[in-house]
Nanobody
Framework: QVQLVESGGGLVQAGGSLGLSCAAS???????MGWYRQAPGKQRELVAT???????NYADSVKGRFTVSRDNAKNTVYLQMNSLKPEDTAVYYC?????????WGQGTQVTVSS
């Protein structure tokens, strides 16, 4: 049974930091892991992804502030978010891509107050 268990998120003041994690189970041949987000009234957008190797990809809006990493042995992906801004407020979704399928976490709310 496929499971993506997200943790982290919450409420933080602008300029603060938060960390997210997502542990995947029941999935084999994981290629890309990462995070997307969706703010109210907006489409879901890429935040950051990491391949099984060392390649990472970031949205321009988070470059230099967010860091994505993964532990392949644990099938876990992390997102460290620093210097948070009110515009980072959104539901953040874990993303897992294999050769055959794409999986999404249930989403975790991140709220940044000004």
């Amino acid at each position: 049974q496929v499971q993506l268990v997200e943790s982290g998120g919450g409420l933080v003041q602008a300029g603060g930091s938060l960390g997210l994690s997502c542990a995947a189970s029941g999935i084999i041949f994981i290629n890309v892991m990462g995070w997307y987000r969706q703010a109210p009234g907006k489409q879901r957008e890429l935040v950051a992804t990491a391949t099984r190797g060392t390649n990472t990809n970031y949205a321009d809006s988070v470059k230099g502030r967010f860091t994505v990493s993964r532990d392949n042995a644990k099938n876990t992906v992390y997102l460290q978010m620093n210097s948070l801004k009110p515009e980072d407020t959104a539901v953040y979704y874990c993303y897992v891509n294999t050769l055959y399928s794409t999986y999404w976490g249930q989403g975790t709310q991140v709220t940044v107050s000004s």
